[in-house]
């Protein structure tokens, strides 16, 4: 992880040199042997990206927020999709009063992906390894903020989520839609063995969209709930052209997980290139009314 950190802070400091644009596309080019064309984009990943940086979106900054989306879900009626919060919001880790949380808890940022503290027992917690860790990022930020910018201006803040019994086993139905329409499903699934993806249609169809190694031989039975799930999905992606509203399923409930705006950072490199064309066709750049 330290590696890793010192890494982006190296990339975060040629950005200011070369900037975050030209840094993005030499990232495409090394890690993922894309090349993204935003004069004139036509893949998926291409226009994902030049509206990240070309045709910015202010209600795609607020709903990159953990905290804001929230606001945003409950404005369209989906109140009952959001995790219950303990608490309200913390702008410190020395706001969070460990002792009045109960024995299961999900501590995340607002302000970036992959900042999560999930304990599911209080007693093994090393709190003041919990609290440097939320120091730090409230300190630092999100570390892909210059290539992800909607992130930038995000206030570094803290949420507290309800533990969800059966997270560690749970499917996510990452439903990507285009020109405020679900189009199709990423789902993701076996976290614990590294993680398998398969994509459907929204009749529940396999499309063969995945390559490398997360690619899954193995189908995923249809969810009981998918209808629900994509009229949510069309109520939350009325306001934008491109947006992957990730759900998912516990039991007979259906949750919301979060907005996502640029997914693997606007590369999308477990998709084939015939599929990043395909999508990237149907997409429209033009404003939504």
Known sequence: MRIRAIIRLA?????ILVGPEAILKIEAKVRFGKKLNLDNPKTLSDKICYMEFRD???LVEKCSDKYEV???????GLEYLLVPLIGDVYESEKEIDFRSLPNKFVLKATNGCQMNLVCD?????????????INSWIRNGFNRDVQEPHYKNIKHRIICEQFLDGV?????????????????????????????????DLKWQPIDAICGKHKN???IKKPTHLSDMLEVSKKLSKDFRFVRVDLYQIEEKVYFGELTFTPDGGMLSYFTGEFDKKMGSILSLEERK
Do not use: M, W
């Open 121 to 133: 027992n209080k007693e093994e917690l090393n709190v003041n390894k919990a609290k440097k860790i």
């Open 56 to 58: 910015t979106d202010p």
């Open 11 to 15: 990339i975060n400091q040629v950005a």
């Open 70 to 76: 929230r606001n945003y879900v409950k404005s369209k």
């Open 217 to 219: 031989d193995k189908e």
């Open 168 to 200: 560690d086993a749970i499917v996510d139905y990452k439903i990507h839609c285009l020109n405020g329409n679900p189009v199709f499903i990423l789902v993701c699934s076996e976290r614990c063995n590294g993680l398998k993806l398969n994509v459907y």
